[in-house]
Every structure is written in structure tokens, then in C-alpha cells.
Nanobody, 125 residues
């Protein structure tokens, strides 16, 4: 059974930073592209970025330059470093496990088959 568990969310002031973690179990984690999504109240789920098993990354345009995705395959963990946070970054953040291989440009929710429960990030102004 595949499990993804996010952690690291919380309340931060605008301009601050947070690092989210996603611990995976139940599949050969290192073979799969991992993605991050977010969903704010009343809005659709939004793609944040993804990382392939080789470390190739792909970001949604609003996150470029502020967010960094990395992974530690030995620890079965993927990270989302968020800097220069803005109030509009407030959302529940989800990690997801996607297709195997070295391609990172999977930006649709339907590309991913397993999801974590989410961790809340709140950015105050």
C-alpha cells in the first residue's frame, strides 16, 4: 500500500520561508516522478512543480524562482522549499506520486495516482 505523508506546514509571515517534506512508502519511490500541488479554499487544485527520479524539475510559472523541489531517494522523501512567501501562497499543499521515469513535466492531477493527505500553509500579511 502506497502512503505519502506531508509535513512542515504552518503559519508564516509574508516574505518568510517554509520547507515541506513528503515521506513515501509502499513503492520503489526512486523510480517515480513526484509532484506537489496546492489547493486554496474555493479554488481548484493547482500544480506547483514536479521532480523526476533523475532530479529533473519542472515548475509552474508563478513558483519559478521562489520554490525549489528536491528529493532524497535514500530517505524516500521529497521536499518543497518555499521562499519569499506571499499571502496568495496560502493553501493546503499535497504531494503526489506520478509515472515512473525521468520526465518531470507532469502537471495534471490525473497524471498522479497516489496522494498525501495535505499540509496547511498559511501566510499572513
Amino acid at each position: 500500500q502506497v502512503q505519502l505523508v506531508e509535513s512542515g506546514g504552518g503559519l508564516v509571515q509574508a516574505g518568510g520561508s517554509l520547507r515541506l517534506s513528503c515521506a513515501a512508502s509502499g513503492r520503489t519511490f526512486s523510480r517515480y516522478t513526484m509532484g506537489w500541488f496546492r489547493q486554496a479554499p474555493g479554488k481548484e487544485r493547482e500544480f506547483v512543480g514536479a521532480i523526476s527520479w533523475t532530479g529533473s524539475v519542472y515548475y509552474a510559472d508563478p513558483m519559478k524562482g521562489r520554490f525549489t523541489i528536491s528529493r532524497d531517494n535514500a530517505k524516500n522523501t521529497v521536499y518543497l522549499q518555499m521562499n519569499s512567501l506571499k499571502p496568495e501562497d496560502t493553501a493546503a499543499y499535497y504531494c503526489a506520486s506520478g509515472p515512473p521515469g525521468g520526465y518531470a513535466r507532469y502537471f495534471r492531477s490525473s497524471d498522479y495516482d497516489y496522494w498525501g493527505q495535505g499540509t496547511q500553509v498559511t501566510v499572513s500579511s
